[in-house]
C-alpha cells in the first residue's frame, strides 16, 4: 500500500512564524498536491508538483510556497503564518496523470492552529 | 471540471443498502466520476471510479446514467465502519489531476 507521511499530527504556531509541513511518500508517485480543509468549505487545492523542482499554482496559493526537492517529499511553507491559515492540511499523491493512475492517495493530515 | 451536487446527509440501518446520489448535469464526454470518502480526522479514501459503465470493486459499486448526469454509489451491505462524508467528484483526466472536492454527504450508519 502506498503510505503518505505528514510529519505532524497536530502543530501549533504563532502569527508571523515561519512554518514547514512536511510531507513524503514511499511509493515513486509522479505528482504531489497539498489542500486545506475547512468546515464549510470542503477540500481545496493550494499547491501541485507534476516533477522534481515543479510546482504549479491551484485554486488558493496566497500566503503558501511549496518545495519539492526530492521526488519523495514535498514541502508547504507558510512565509508568515497568520490566523485564518488555522486549518486541516492534507497531503495526497498520484502514480500519473491518466487512469488509473490517478486516484489520489491521502496522508492523515495536519491540524494546523495559528495564534 | 463540472460541478456535481449530492445531499448533504444521509442515513442507511446496518446491513442494509446505502445508496449515495449525485447530480453532475453538466457533464462533458471525457469526464470521469470519482468517488472518495472521509472518515472522521482521517484523510479521504479512494473509492471507484467510471467514464461510461457500471463498476463494481470490493468495496462499492457506481452505477452511472446513460446520459451520465448522474450516478450512484452503493454500498451493499454498510456496516458502521462506512459512516463518513462520501464525495461524488467530476474531473477530466487531462487536466492535470485537478480534481475539486465538494462538501459530500455524510453517511450515517446506525446500529
Known amino acids: 500500500d502506498v503510505k503518505v507521511t505528514q510529519s505532524s499530527r497536530y502543530l501549533v504556531k504563532r502569527t508571523g512564524e515561519k512554518v514547514f509541513l512536511e510531507c513524503v511518500q514511499d511509493?515513486?508517485?509522479?505528482?504531489m498536491f497539498w489542500y486545506r480543509q475547512d468546515p464549510g468549505l470542503g477540500l481545496r487545492l493550494i499547491y501541485f508538483?507534476?516533477?522534481?523542482?515543479?510546482?504549479e499554482k491551484g485554486d488558493i496559493p496566497e500566503g503558501y510556497s511549496v518545495s519539492r526537492e526530492k521526488k519523495e517529499r514535498f514541502s508547504l511553507i507558510l512565509e508568515s503564518a497568520s490566523t485564518n491559515q488555522t486549518s486541516m492540511y492534507l497531503c495526497?499523491?498520484?502514480?500519473?496523470?491518466?487512469?488509473?493512475?490517478?486516484?489520489?492517495?491521502f496522508g492523515s493530515g495536519t491540524q494546523l492552529s495559528v495564534l | 471540471d463540472a460541478k456535481t451536487t449530492q445531499p448533504p446527509s444521509m442515513d442507511c440501518a446496518e446491513g442494509r443498502a446505502a445508496n449515495l446520489p449525485c447530480n453532475h448535469s453538466?457533464?462533458?464526454?471525457?469526464?470521469?466520476v470519482y468517488w472518495y470518502r472521509q472518515i472522521h480526522s482521517q484523510g479521504p479514501q479512494y473509492i471507484i471510479h467510471?467514464?461510461?459503465n457500471n463498476e463494481t470493486n470490493e468495496m462499492a459499486s457506481l452505477i452511472i446514467t446513460e446520459d451520465r448526469k448522474s450516478s450512484t454509489l452503493i454500498l451493499p451491505h454498510a456496516t458502521l465502519r462506512d459512516t463518513a462524508v462520501y464525495y461524488c467528484i467530476v474531473r477530466v483526466y487531462t487536466s492535470g489531476s485537478r480534481l475539486t472536492f465538494g462538501e459530500g454527504t455524510q453517511l450515517t450508519v446506525n446500529p
Open positions: 511509493m515513486d508517485h509522479e505528482n
Open positions: 495526497a499523491t498520484t502514480r500519473g496523470s491518466n487512469p488509473p493512475n490517478e486516484k489520489l492517495f
Open positions: 453538466t457533464i462533458s464526454g471525457n469526464e470521469y
Open positions: 467510471g467514464l461510461k
Open positions: 508538483s507534476y516533477d522534481v523542482k515543479m510546482k
